[in-house]
């Protein structure tokens, strides 16, 4: 039998030739998200970063044809099917028998549009289809579309950015619009092409609440308030027979996950809400995810008892008993935080059963709950899944595994082998690596000086055709997930084999604050923004190091956005790492209290605390008042655009770290928002990062990995 260290070359840790290029993390890459099951058709939307980040939206046919809904926009402009409602966006369109309503990224309208034709991956070229405006240009922008063909409406959440003008934070609603086109401000010539369905709405024949504006300009109240009052309106879902709207609302300063309330109203034949009920949520309860069963009961999550769980309340139409039960009460969670509109985590399979997706220990598992007794049936497989759709017995969900990357997957259910027949419907990634290239996440679990136990998931490094030399530990990198409120998962990541090919050990960290492990878990970064977070990531690292996985010299961490903030804090609060890299991440907590957007603008008041009062807490643990306490090198990577964490907390963090003569990096991405979307710009950084550690730890990185200018590095 052949000794594989024998046969694998030595090679110092972080210099191996890795299989996975800094162009593997883009090339044939495309993000997956957002599906949905439309009779026979399959459609799930794909981030394509060699097309400048542009999202698309893909169709999958009964033959198995795959074609991209490639739509000509009223400017001749390509469609980017995004949303920029909470700046997160997310849930950009909806289709329903054919009709899809979808967000332009450009300029934020909602748009019509029908499957008549289109160019694919497998596809004939056809005329592209002309995208039907159905809201005027303005300061709006539009999330989370509910098409109702019987009325020939839309139900969308509306955010206004008219009061900003003044000084006042955008106004969000839910509205109801009708799908003729006749708010848009078209005139009926234009507003006819690409009809409802596969044909048109003539002129003249207008959904209820409709405007026929001929020449002169949308009309404003064509589109319709349905709720208004609350500072956020999410999730809107139209029960089965369209009596009934439900909907999630919060206000401020809460986020979802805190507290947040179920809304249920009966509508009149035009679609207009007669009434407005609380049914769910509310005092400290976080609610998501309505939707109604084809009975016309409606299906929540909420965390009334520390955990995220399944809730079905029946008895709402009028005259009936109402009453809400537990489907299946266990210390496990069937969401996750609601940063964006969507991902869906729980769907109506059938009369009977729901499908749904469930976190427990940091894992996520896929299954069914039969909806008269609440019982659970794992679907096996071993994909753990991100997002699910249903339809008519139906089942597609976006999932990855250990040693798969992200796929959209059919899965077919059946007695003998439950989720055992998957068929891959596209692959976020078309590279393949030998098994002996992949790093198998492994979960581990270590006390903190708080008393509590962190989680986290620990990646060796992997090579079949290098080793380190004997008595060397790898370089660690501890990574710090964005949020804070949110989590990892144990999944395979080219971004985390990117490193793990090179000889270099990762651990990614669910920190106290993260999802998946309970409300109290959860709570444990409450006022405590900047101190728990950062306590785990540190004691993480020194416990791999007190067991020798690791090299104690040289203990990295890297993060963006929160998690941005966490590396920088970690660098400046401890002594435990010796280098790190911050992508748009936070130096100085009053700027972000200042001056952020409206989703996150009292985010901080339950991290840190209430601003100005507790203006001392700010400062004492923002890292740019705090860079004499600094002794590590730091790199940051910053987009110009970025509307959530604003470039200058970046050249204010440099500034500070320069102004100390320390080793410092600044890297600009022009044009990049909250995270980077363009092929070129997240190469670029990956060599960046890679190139900076090189340099600071003392090795060279194998490959052609452009030299990074560092300032006040040793020469």
């Not at 959440?157 to 003729?180: F, K, M, W």
């Not at 001929?214 to 109240?221: F, H």
């Not at 999944?491 to 920190?511: E, H, I, K, P």
Request: charged share 20%; with cysteine.
């Amino acid at each position: 039998m052949i000794d594989n260290d024998a046969a694998r070359q030595e090679a110092p840790y972080g210099t191996w030739e890795s299989p996975v290029a800094a162009r593997t993390l883009t090339e044939r890459a495309v993000g997956l998200s957002l599906p949905q099951v439309d009779g026979a058709d399959v459609y799930w939307l794909e981030d394509r970063p060699e097309e400048a980040g542009r999202a698309v939206l893909v169709r999958r046919r009964a033959d198995g044809t795959v074609a991209d809904v490639v739509t000509t926009m009223p400017g001749g402009e390509p469609v980017d099917v995004r949303s920029r409602v909470h700046e997160y966006g997310g849930a950009a369109y909806a289709v329903r028998n054919g009709v899809i309503v979808l967000s332009h990224a450009t300029d934020g309208r909602l748009y019509r549009v029908g499957v008549g034709g289109g160019r694919g991956n497998h596809a004939s070229a056809s005329p592209a289809p002309v995208a039907v405006p159905l809201t005027p240009p303005g300061p709006w922008r539009f999330a989370d579309p509910v098409i109702d063909l019987v009325r020939e409406v839309v139900y969308a959440v509306r955010e206004d950015h008219g009061p900003v003008a003044s000084g006042q934070e955008p106004v969000n609603e839910l509205v109801r619009i009708p799908l003729d086109g006749s708010a848009s401000g078209g005139t009926a010539g234009e507003r006819a092409v690409g009809g409802i369905g596969s044909g048109n709405v003539p002129d003249g024949e207008h959904g209820e609440g409709g405007h026929d504006t001929g020449s002169d300009g949308g009309q404003d109240s064509a589109v319709t308030v349905v709720a208004a009052g609350t500072d956020f309106v999410v999730s809107p879902t139209l029960s089965p027979d369209g009596a009934r709207l439900a909907w999630v609302s919060w206000d401020h300063p809460h986020m979802p996950w805190t507290s947040s309330s179920l809304h249920v109203a009966e509508l009149t034949p035009e679609g207009l809400p007669t009434t407005d009920e609380v049914v769910a949520g509310g005092d400290g309860v976080s609610v998501a995810q309505p939707l109604w069963t084809q009975t016309g009961d409606l299906v929540h999550v909420d965390d009334r008892t520390g955990w995220w769980n399944l809730y079905r309340t029946e008895g709402l139409r009028p005259g009936q008993e109402r009453r809400t039960r537990a489907l299946h009460p266990a210390e496990m969670e069937f969401t996750g935080p609601q940063w964006r509109f969507g991902p869906r985590t729980v769907a109506v399979l059938d009369d009977e059963h729901l499908v749904c997706a469930w976190t427990r220990e940091g894992r996520w598992h896929l299954g069914a709950v039969r909806l008269a007794n609440g019982e659970l049936e794992e679907w096996s497989g071993g994909w753990e899944p991100q997002e699910v759709a249903a339809a008519e017995g139906r089942v597609v969900v976006v999932a990855a595994s250990a040693v798969r990357p992200t796929a959209v997957l059919e899965v077919r259910s059946g007695a003998s082998h439950p989720g055992a027949d998957v068929t891959v419907l596209r692959r976020s990634s078309e590279i393949t690596l030998d098994g002996g290239d992949i790093s198998v996440a492994e979960g581990i679990s270590w006390p903190t000086p708080d008393g509590a136990q962190a989680h986290g998931f620990f990646y060796p490094p992997a090579s079949t055709r290098f080793r380190g030399p004997d008595g060397e530990r790898p370089p660690l990198l501890v990574l710090s997930h964005g949020g804070p409120t949110s989590a990892t998962r144990a999944v395979f990541s080219l971004a985390v084999q990117f490193w793990t090919t090179r000889g270099f050990a990762v651990l990614d960290v669910n920190y106290g604050g993260s999802t998946g492990y309970g409300r109290a878990y959860r709570e444990r970064l409450d006022g405590a923004w900047g101190v728990v977070d950062v306590a785990d990531c540190a004691s993480g690292a020194e416990h791999l190091a007190a067991t020798g996985l690791v090299d104690r010299a040289r203990l990295g961490i890297r993060g963006g956005s929160a998690g941005g903030f966490t590396t920088l804090a970690a660098l400046t609060f401890t002594d435990t790492f010796t280098a790190g890299a911050s992508r748009y991440g936070i130096g100085d907590l009053e700027a972000l209290a200042r001056d952020t957007h409206k989703f996150e603008s009292r985010y901080p008041v339950g991290l840190v605390g209430p601003y100005p009062e507790a203006q001392q807490t700010y400062r004492d643990r923002s890292p740019v008042h705090h860079t004499d306490r600094l002794s590590a090198p730091i790199v940051l990577l910053q987009g110009t655009e970025d509307k959530v964490v604003p470039p200058n907390q970046a050249e204010l963090m440099a500034d500070a770290v320069r102004a100390k003569g320390l080793p410092v990096a600044v890297v600009m991405f022009e044009g990049e928002g909250h995270g980077f979307r363009r092929a070129e710009n997240i190469e670029a950084a990956a060599l960046a990062e890679l190139s900076f550690f090189g340099q600071v730890w003392g090795f060279e990185p194998a490959g052609d990995v452009p030299r990074l200018p560092v300032e006040n590095a040793a020469v």
